[in-house]
């Protein structure tokens, strides 16, 4: 979180003081609105997906997992000793 800055300010007249009231009640209600925008993004309603695109989620999620799954295999076949998975298995020539 960045510190906040605050500006020493010489407030002479009462005037001075309500301007800074008002400029300070602007900002309020700048960053209230930014911030119930942002809050209502958060909460909108998605759209409900359609029995395709729920089964074209399934396939591609199952794709993604078949890859997945090969590419880890691939992975501890060709580097599994550095991580003690498989003992090195060499034939001994006589």
């Given amino acids: ?8 300010r010489d ?9 800074r009231k008002d400029e300070l009640l602007e900002q309020l209600q700048q960053d209230n609105t930014k ?6 993004n958060v909460f909108l309603k998605r759209e ?10 399934l396939v591609s999620n199952g794709i993604v997992a ?6 880890i295999r691939k ?6 000793s550095l991580f ?3 003992s090195s298995k060499k034939k001994k020539r006589k």
């Fill in 1 to 8: 979180m960045l510190p906040v800055q605050k500006k020493n």
């Fill in 48 to 57: 409900e997906n359609s029995k395709t695109d729920y089964i074209a989620g």
């Fill in 84 to 86: 003690g998975f498989t």
């Fill in 66 to 71: 078949i890859d997945t799954f090969f590419l």
């Fill in 35 to 40: 911030f119930t925008t942002l809050w209502n």
């Fill in 11 to 19: 407030y002479r007249t009462l005037e001075e003081i309500r301007q």
């Fill in 75 to 80: 992975l501890f076949k060709n580097y599994g």
